[in-house]
């Protein structure tokens, strides 16, 4: 059951609403029903680092970080359950030629430090790649064959 300082919280999120992602980490016990259901069969095999609830543009996400087999995998869904999208760590060896080398060349000079798949309910949309450039992270993107994509995902 929700306690009555996460409800004001929530509803206070939601109010704010804006284009811009808010996040506040969460209890598992705050998680409604439909959601820790979810999350029971998405976390067969792994280790539960954590929660937090998300408001983007309004709507209201649940986001399970975990840990499966030495990699993570975080887990976004809507408040009914539905898995939204799933991000998961994947290694740069492990990636398609083509995909590899979309991502090095669109780090340029930096130095990829993390790459992980993303999936959505259509299946994998891209990947995604923290670089480091002159001490600076950032992200970039590549579809699922390696070009560059229209718009990030």
Sequence with gaps: MLRSSTLVLIAAMGVVGSAATQETTIRRADLPAAVERTVQ????????????????RGAMFYEAEMTVAGHSKDVLMDATGAVVEVEEQVTLDGLPPAVRDGLRAKAGTGNIVRVESLTKAKGLVAYEAQVVTAGKRSEIQVGPDGKPLDHEE
């Design 41 to 56: 069969a998405q976390s067969q095999g792994a280790t539960v680092r954590g929660f937090t609830v998300e408001t983007e």
